[in-house]
């Protein structure tokens, strides 16, 4: 079944933008620091379902998180941009999803110290985003 982050990757994987950048290195927040960069990670930070009087409406709400990892600053940055200007404003059909809207609601830079006992750095830029959208067809009980 095809859920909301489903259809925001393949969002993302379409841009050629994005695309230029990250490749196929798109995936759920669960990567090391030693994956390959630049990438992206995400999850999701919340979820509320509407209801009505009769039960579930079938839209819903979701705010996603979304982290672009580089090793350098200016890549990482470039990567945001390109995220936000795929993701910020946009409504439609994706991965099956009906997409009401889609607005950033946070944007931030938080450089993340290795662990390795080096200097190195890593880049990464928080974005958060707010998605409504329609979940199922209207659920009558």
Partial sequence: MATIE???V??????????GLVQTR???WEGGQADVLPR???FRVSSN???HMLGSSGFAFANIQIDCWAEKYSTAKDLGE?????LDGYRGTSA???????????DRDLPQRLST???????RILQEYRISFRETAGIVN
């Fill in 6 to 8: 489903t259809a925001i």
């Fill in 10 to 19: 393949e969002r993302l994987r379409t841009s050629a933008l994005v695309n």
């Fill in 26 to 28: 798109i995936s759920p």
């Fill in 40 to 42: 992206i990670t995400y």
């Fill in 49 to 51: 379902r509407e209801h």
């Fill in 82 to 86: 390109a995220v936000r200007r795929r």
């Fill in 96 to 106: 099956g999803h009906y997409v009401g809207h889609c607005h950033i609601i946070q």
């Fill in 117 to 123: 006992g080096t200097e190195k750095s890593l880049y």
